[in-house]
Nanobody, 129 residues
């Protein structure tokens, strides 16, 4: 079992920055693939970024060049640095972990919500124009 707790959300003006954090506990050694997802009201959950066990990252086109995902395994924490925020980035942001054998290799670390078994409770990001 893996427990995930997000923090760092808030309200910011368009063009601003925020850094989200996701603290993990439990079977942290098996957090092979970590991801950030977001969901806006009335929309489907979107895979924002993932980072594999070896640090390889993947981003949605909508955030490339603006968001950076990173992980500090010593602190059992994953981060999402968000810059140049836009109103369309407004959503609930969720941290997720995939500890399956598939995710051991970065090729198996994909931005599909159904691949992730563990989820945090979410942190709200609101960007005003």
């Amino acid at each position: 079992q893996v427990q995930l707790v997000e923090s760092g959300g808030g309200s910011v003006q368009s063009g601003g920055s925020l850094r989200l954090s996701c603290a993990a506990s439990g079977e942290t050694g098996r957090r092979y693939c970590m991801g950030w997802f977001r969901q806006a009201p009335g929309k489907e959950r979107e895979g924002v970024a993932t980072i594999g066990r070896d640090g390889i990252t993947s981003y949605a086109d909508s955030v490339k060049g603006r968001f950076i995902i990173s992980r500090d395994n010593a602190k059992n924490t994953v981060y999402l640095q968000m810059a140049s925020l836009k109103s369309e980035d407004t959503a609930m942001y969720y941290c997720a972990a995939d500890s399956s054998a598939r995710a051991y290799l970065s090729a198996g670390c994909v931005r599909s919500a159904d691949k992730f078994a563990y989820w945090g409770q979410g942190t709200q990001v609101t960007v005003s124009s």
